[in-house]
């Protein structure tokens, strides 16, 4: 064996096509500072997004990018600039509109605690094959009788960290907020009509102190809020406590914020829910065309890959479902990051087959966000879940959404349908089926 | 202390309001499958998404579930429907579009090996202050030369799993597969243009074979066509191999597809990009009013926080910039989850601050997916990274814009006016300012 | 590139060496299952250890196994066996003992809420410049006035889980159980004089519940009590509440014991402990040979390079001091694997280096476990901690002298003598300095 | 609900018991540093062990701390004073040899690549009826025909780590290694006659580079091997690489040394080995007395349990098994905590079970370390694996132990006789039984 062989091919293989492609004063010339050249003029929107501010931030992007008429017409298309004050409150530098195209899945039979009923759920994607292969888990698990899920417990958590000289003032601002949590909460919840601080978790790792502050947030999915309120708990704190921190800020990387985390997977965060159907094994063959011992036997290797790839739970695909959902009824996107955390469980039960998914850490709301923009909360509607009084009942549909695509993609892996699918419906459909 | 107080006060709260509200029986009752009751017809929609399957749809739903004309026309808008065939390749049961407002950032000054020059990047969120501050971040960015950015290696992994009676038959099947490289190869790369396999890493769990199949996948972000190439390795192993699997799945929860992993964050996933910066002290104190050192204890307590809470690398919100930039520009959003892992490093460099992001599985391709849909192409000329030859550039793009989140946030965490800009922008806005 | 190059060096060694070796034939014949050969007599020692039976036992073991008498008189050495019913109660099958040489570190001095004062204390391993090494960080460590330490809080888990039919059931489990805190905490407590049940802390996944139970345990390291006091607690379960589950069992590798997991990183399991010092940087540069900078330099690669490895927690090498001193003092050796999950923070104070230690989830006791074994008792009595009202203490030496090593590794690191030490004590010594 | 309900009970236990027993002038008095107060006088050893040195030693502690010569004469008993010598080049400040009880286990029949045989494995612990609870497992085992077991691969990695002033030099470094291969595998090499570098695994974070060097390292576990050998791999670099890193370091967290690591579940470190067994279902309910089912109804709600903590792997107890092997045969303790990494497999085969464990990271040698001192040496000899030639049977021998372990401990938990075993063996028999 070569001395080369002792690295491995794809390093050998970048480092040989960077050699060959550019020579090294020229990658130090592209990627040293620029500060001579002069820069274009910066991009200032107005405060409220018009059909005038869109037109007046296109004509400057017509002069300094590589865009045209026919880019501007498409995203600043009539419905939106007639529509854009509408996007005011959720967007700044607004030029415009991304259209998402939407499809729809269902009936999906729900037996929720507050989801109950019939659904037909829009999906927001851009894959191919991702609607189908909901479609087919929903009509399964609807004709097994739907699919009962229900929200266990609820509570965002914000959770500024403060540092303190020692130790010892560190134990004693401990020993005050424990003093204090009257006060602490009332001033939290002057912020907020909605929000509620339910616990208050301090975790030490030595002089600096992470204030886990929960809230319940009403119907939002409350990011926005728990921040608000936390900052007037601490401001609260600045203000009466006698033990001075050194340093405090309100965010340090430690709630779970648009990230993947453990902490999440185990206290949860936002809205934990909770959904499981038990399919009939005649049904998995008819529908799946696959027996239940080879889906066993999938779930089994998938524990172990779940495993060993170190994922945070373990499950196939739920990001592709709340992506879709979270785009089409106007949640964060974001969210999606941490959201995704869980557990998808897949086990015998007698001769049929039982699913269960578990989402601890699902970020949503029927109100605020973007909840209230015009095709969002027309997406709402059509769930049959818009406006105050419906989050948990949509976190319940995310649940029973994120179950139908996982036993649909277990039951194609399964079969080995799966790249079938995708080669059919993304390949052979644009070549004109 | 009572004897309830060993019980948290989330769980009590939740077990006090359930016990309040629901009866068992009438939980029983809502939670059964319901397989009696008559099940509205299944929507299907016509291989093709056009005007007319588009109404049909509609005509359906406006039967069957709680909607209006006035939502059907949000959703189902003139131009959407007169586009409709241009989804066809990217959706089932298309009913509509959903419209996320888009704002731009820019002109961001990035120094990239392949990403050079001052770029307008559009971003599509519903949340406020997201826009604004990442314009800030940029604007900071740019004045201090630039960002520099490189895309170090890429490659996306598919990982079948193979299930043997022993231990025995996955060594001698290993040793196949390193006898078989070529041909494995020519079957993977014969179903594809762009798709080639650069290494196939076995990892044994006793009889238990994945096989990390790593592909580079062109300017595309490649997960279908890595599927569909590892099925037709998998299908060439099923007809060549003398050591038969007794079971095999083209998937196993192994290869971190769209789930964030310490697989995908040690080896990479997609591509793996770097950007940095050095700013200027004055620069900081005049645009994030806040010193360098509060800054860097910030980070520091940052760097506690990432590890205490157990994210996969150590980041402030790399999904925002994700969710934002994926959704604007075709990519899939359901990628943010994996995506989103990696590393932001904020270290003094002299009297200045030194900034730096890596993602190593970053997804994302200047063809293919939702790239080429109308808005989302537009957004990518406005960036000037539409079509072949741009995939490098683009995730150097990504990367820079997560630089400038990464430094916007902290610059006003440090400064105390997080919650400020949240407030300000989202709340009070939302009442007209 | 030839197309063996897209498999690792690694990987293709492996199989190269293989087949050079061994023929397929062989490798099946070696591990098939072996019935037909006759099994040698089963060993079973006597209820008590005494001189006898272990006697009897090597008189077996000389027959069947490729021992010697010089083996035996070293294993089976005339004190072992003078004291052989010492050992009864913590081992079966004994055949003698194994010596650990043991060397002293300190005095190390500890400011700590329980450990006050000048320690002496014992570590046992076989692993050179060890003791040195912690003899370096101690020193300096006690220069500098000590090392702050403090117990912070504390509480075992065991964590049975419970299968419920459906989620209703586990839901009124659930709910039956915070009615029934009272009771459970009294059967619990039954068992044991020492262990208090402090919290119950279910986590649902769907019709599972975890109940995590939480006890202090007094001086004892406590797992043994804690497994003893939850089986009860279940069995009362089992006696009295009406909702019955399907399967429970007493642990299902939820509680962490003997793992490193996130749940203990987070809410801490056994005692969580800090420790903290600064120390002056002229006492650094005279004793470590090296600049504060580069020390911090070195940390800071540190910080990444724990967590793109995926550690949990982040530190150098508190397993190192944990195992040392859990075998000299008869600590259960085990809990090393989980003890060492932890934070070493290492970060400038004005001129000097501030050095952090905390270790959420150390097992420790004064009594019970291995502790009143005859060197072991004397181990803890040379460290003046041993018996009822030590263990607090004990927990604080052990983070003390976890960073006494954080300390000395850290400034070998940095200052380039890192490979030297172990050269010089290991190597070198044994051919004879 | 009272507003200190929002507090969890353990904190409020915590701080009120602190309260009550402490005022906070005694504990800033406890815990500022004592620089006023005289230190002892610092222990120094002779460079070699000797029955003067340790006596020597044991003066000076007989002084200063709270021990006696009962204490100094079970440390330092008459058989370690003659011995002293032998454990010279193991540890430093010698004072003596801790005893820990040895039992032994057997025989255990392995039907391994390299151990082929019938065991008599030797374990040292101080927790009561661990010994029994392996015994069991090996009988059954044993009876069933043996464990299959077989070392997979080998490569114990160490990793420096390079910062550079930026991107560019980073990614020219790389590019110079990928040149210099062969030169730094002969500066390696020419350190140790064992050690081989068999991969160099770059990765970069932006202008940091990791190198990660992997070697099998013969006989023995190699950890100090690796570090001479990466020394003069990086005095090779600094003397010869024309790409100046600003800072180099031969450690910085990465390498998993000591640490569990996803890292190195992953990629291995050390030895990873596998062993597996199909038992028949009258031998389980034999021996076990439960049924099958029960097991797998254990293990499947094992698995999410071990998922649901954060567990690296997922399997039972480990470290059980590894620490009294480690200890009981001269391995590195310390180890435990990064060799305890891996996954226990239980599935229904046919009729019966099917068991198999996966440790990828075990770090163990028949040479070097503790492997040569007088009862460990002795102990390696009854397992007949003394000396050259034995590591990869040591490891397969060390992995059939941990099966043996987790068939023990869920046969226990699933038949509901857990905490029986641990109250019977441990409490009552120290009331003599």
Redesign the interface.
């Known amino acids: ?1 070569s ?14 096509r ?2 060959a492609t ?1 020579s ?1 004063t020229e ?2 010339l ?6 001579e050249r002069p ?5 200032r ?1 107005e ?3 018009s059909r005038a501010s869109i037109e007046a ?1 296109w004509s400057k ?1 017509r002069e ?5 008429a ?3 017409s ?2 600043a ?4 600039l007639e529509s854009a004050d509408a ?21 999906l ?1 729900i ?3 507050h989801a ?1 009923g ?1 659904f ?1 759920v ?1 999906l ?9 292969s909901y ?1 087919r888990g929903a ?1 399964i698990a ?5 699919i ?3 929200m ?4 965002v958590l914000r ?1 500024p ?1 403060f ?1 303190f000289d ?3 003032e560190a ?2 601002f ?2 005050w ?2 003093r204090s ?2 006060e602490l ?1 009332a001033a939290a919840e002057a912020t907020t009509r909605h929000g509620k ?12 102190v ?1 204030l886990g502050c ?1 809230y319940t947030t009403g119907d939002a999915s409350g990011q ?1 809020m728990v ?2 309120a ?2 007037a708990l601490c401001r609260y704190i600045e203000s009466h406590c006698p033990i001075r921190p050194k ?1 405090w ?19 949860g965060r936002g809205r ?1 829910v ?5 399919i009939p094994r005649a049904l998995i063959e008819k529908h799946l065309h696959v027996g239940i011992d ?1 889906i066993l ?2 779930a ?21 479902a ?3 959902f979270y ?2 009824t ?1 949640q ?7 959201s ?1 955390a869980g ?1 998808t ?1 897949i ?1 015998p039960r007698g001769e049929d087959l039982y699913v ?3 989402l601890p850490n699902l970020l949503v709301g029927s109100v605020g ?2 909840t209230g ?4 909360s ?2 709402l ?4 879940l818009q406006g105050p009084g419906k989050a948990a009942a949509l976190a319940e549909v995310a649940a029973a959404l994120c179950l139908c695509g996982e036993m649909s993609i277990i039951g194609a ?2 079969a ?1 349908h ?3 699918a ?2 059919k ?3 052979q ?2 070549r004109k ?1």
Chains 1, 2, 3, 4 share one sequence.
Do not use: W
Request: glycine fraction near 10%; aromatic fraction near 4%.
């Open positions: 064996m001395d080369l062989s002792i690295i491995s091919p794809q390093i050998l293989r970048t480092v040989g960077l050699r550019t090294e990658v130090r592209r990627m040293q500072p620029q500060t820069m274009p003029q910066r991009l929107g405060c409220h997004a931030l992007l300094m990018a590589p865009t045209t026919a880019d501007q498409v995203v298309d009539p419905q939106t996007y005011s409150a959720n967007i700044e530098n607004m030029i415009g509109t991304v259209k998402v195209p939407v499809g729809v899945v269902g009936p039979r037996n929720g605690l109950n019939d037909f829009p927001a994607t851009t894959e191919a094959a991702l609607i189908a479609a009509e609807s004709r097994a009788g739907g009962a899920a229900a266990l417990i609820e509570g959770c960290g540092k020692s130790l010892i134990g004693l401990i020993e907020v424990t949590c009257a909460k601080l339910i616990s208050i978790e301090p975790l030490m790792d030595n002089e600096i992470f929960r926005n921040t608000i936390t900052e340093h800020f309100i965010e340090v990387n430690f709630s779970g914020d648009k990230k993947s985390t453990y902490l999440g997977l185990i206290t934990k909770t959904a499981s159907i038990v080879t036997e999938c089994r290797m998938g524990s172990v890959g779940a495993l060993l790839s170190g994922q945070i739970g373990a499950h196939g695909h739920y990001a592709n709340l992506a879709a785009i089409a106007g964060d996107a974001a969210c999606v990051s941490e995704t557990f469980r086990e269960s998914v578990t966000g973007g923009l015009p095709s969002q027309a997406n509607r059509l769930l049959g892996i399964a080995g799966f790249a079938r995708h080669k419906l993304a390949r459909r644009c089926c």
